[in-house]
Nanobody, 122 residues
């Protein structure tokens, strides 16, 4: 199994800047894609951004143009640079890792951990 540890969350004012990091350990050789997800109180967990081993990125519409995902394949660490933060970005942020199955569907390699809290004040 893959173990993931998120860090970097905190309390910032609207318009602020924050960088999150997620370090993977364990059986990391099977990882293809890593991604960030978030869950606000009373809301479902939602996708924020993903990045493949080859560097292909995808973003949720709500964060496109403001957030940037990147990864260090050697250390198996994924980052989320968050700019122009808004109160609606307030959530617990989680990372995960997966590889595609034979049909291309994601097979997650870790359970959902503790995450890191991001709070944006207005």
């Amino acid at each position: 199994q893959v173990q993931l540890v998120e860090s970097g969350g905190g309390l910032v004012q609207a318009g602020g800047f924050l960088i999150l990091a997620c370090a993977a350990s364990g059986i990391t050789f099977a990882i293809d894609t890593m991604g960030w997800y978030r869950q606000a109180p009373g809301k479902q967990r939602e996708l924020v951004a993903t990045i493949s081993r080859g560097g292909i990125t995808n973003y949720a519409a709500a964060v496109k143009g403001r957030f940037a995902i990147s990864r260090d394949n050697a250390s198996t660490t994924v980052y989320l640079q968050m700019n122009s933060l808004k109160p609606e970005d307030t959530a617990v942020y989680y990372c995960n890792a997966y590889r595609p199955d034979r049909l291309g569907s994601p097979q997650f390699l870790s359970g959902w951990g503790q995450g890191t809290q991001v709070t944006v004040s207005s």
